[in-house]
């Protein structure tokens, strides 16, 4: 396995992975969860924050398969708490250049394994939190179904809502705010989920 993280002025050097990961978004967004307001006639699901300054990451396998996709993008420019839900966080929105926005993570459902925890999601959460370490992001903010709470806790995170659950197109959806630290590397640990299990490559 190896990962790929790709910043989004660069997309057009990786077109065909890119393009697989849009298409494997809206596979997982829309046809299997149902978001049908991101629905595409091309079958790829990119929206207004996919520019220069978002950071893709991308889980291949050992022939380049997309196995696991998710998306990084700084709070201090538009991204979708702010934009799109900002009454998730009634209270405020964190920003700033040390606190960067967790989103679009999907997974191809033969890289799944059983319960809440899969072998994909828990191989990209620590390649996501190894990044933000070495890189000086110091929290990450996301929204999503509740039970994103009791998996962020899994982890080792300290996940603090920033306002309460909200019915966003007939589901659940909240929002938080997470520290990044070193102790959150030992709810990895603990989960079985080895230290640098990729082969990183920045893109």
């Not at 091309?42 to 893709?56: L, M, P, S, W």
């Not at 998996?151 to 929002?175: H, Q, S």
Request: hydrophobic share 40%.
């Amino acid at each position: 396995m190896r990962l790929l993280v790709i910043d989004g002025r660069d997309i057009a050097r990786h077109a065909s992975l890119m393009d697989e990961a849009f298409r494997l978004r809206h596979r997982i967004f829309v046809e299997e969860l149902g978001w049908e307001r991101l629905r595409k006639p091309d079958g790829r699901e990119i929206d207004q924050f996919d520019v220069e300054t978002a950071r893709h990451f991308l889980i291949l396998d050992e022939r380049d398969n997309l196995r696991v996709y998710t998306r990084l993008l700084p709070t201090q420019w538009p991204h979708l708490l702010s934009d799109a839900y900002p009454q998730l966080a009634p209270r405020g929105i964190p920003r700033g250049p040390q606190i960067w926005e967790w989103t679009r993570l999907a997974i191809d459902p033969k890289y799944r394994g059983d319960g809440s925890w899969s072998r994909g999601s828990g191989e990209m959460a620590r390649a996501v939190v190894e990044h933000c370490l070495a890189n000086g992001i110091e929290q990450m903010t996301w929204e999503g179904h509740p039970v994103w709470v009791t998996r962020f806790l899994e982890m080792g995170f300290w996940p603090t809502p920033l306002g309460p659950i909200t019915d966003i197109d007939g589901g659940p959806v909240i929002a938080g705010v997470m520290d990044v630290t070193p102790d959150v590397l030992d709810g990895f640990a603990g989960r079985g989920i080895a230290a640098t299990p990729l082969h990183a490559v920045m893109a």
